[in-house]
Structures are given as structure tokens and as C-alpha cells.
């Protein structure tokens, strides 16, 4: 196995400087329902059997983030989880 070869995307995470408006902006305008929340963030469910999910303690900047400061996380379906690991550590 060379690549990853992911099946789909089934969850995918973003760290958000306001949590409260993403939460109603998601919920109320894209339509995604609410599948759990707390206090420092929500978990959406996006349909298809994919999360999306937000926390609270991100930071916005005026400019351009580096990748290290990038804000998004996201998680694959694969086959076999070990082989995409080694794909990916290589």
C-alpha cells in the first residue's frame, strides 16, 4: 500500500475562536443537528454518517495562518487502520 486510499471522510474537527456564533451559523443556517454539546464544543451530525465537530479555544489572525496554527482536523475511513498509519508516518 502505497497511499492512504481513504473510503470517505467520516469526521472532521475545527478549532473556532467563537464558538456560539459557528455553533448557530452550523445548526441554523447549514442544518446540521446537534448530536452532543458542552460548554467548550459541539458535535454535529453532517449527515451521511459524518461529524463534524468544534471547540472553542481557537484564535482567528488578521493574516494568513502557518501550518502549524491551521485550525482544521480531519478524520478518514480506511480499509485497515495500521497500513494507512505506516503510509502516513512514512
Same mark, same amino acid.
Given at each position: 500500500m502505497s497511499t492512504l486510499d481513504p473510503?470517505? =471522510? =467520516?469526521?472532521?474537527?475545527?478549532y473556532a475562536s467563537n464558538?456560539?456564533? /459557528?455553533?448557530?451559523f452550523y445548526e441554523n443556517k447549514v442544518g446540521f443537528?446537534?448530536?452532543e454539546r458542552?460548554?467548550?464544543y459541539c458535535i454535529f451530525d453532517a449527515g451521511a454518517g459524518s461529524l463534524f465537530e468544534?471547540?472553542?479555544d481557537g484564535f482567528g489572525l488578521?493574516?494568513?495562518?502557518?501550518?502549524r496554527e491551521q485550525s482544521v482536523i480531519v478524520g478518514f475511513?480506511?480499509?485497515?487502520?495500521?497500513p494507512a498509519v505506516?503510509? /502516513?508516518?512514512?
Open positions: 473510503k470517505g =471522510v =467520516v469526521w472532521v474537527g475545527l464558538l456560539a456564533l /459557528l455553533i448557530d443537528r446537534v448530536f458542552d460548554h467548550d468544534i471547540w472553542g488578521a493574516n494568513h495562518k502557518t501550518p475511513l480506511v480499509e485497515q487502520l495500521d505506516s503510509v /502516513l508516518k512514512a
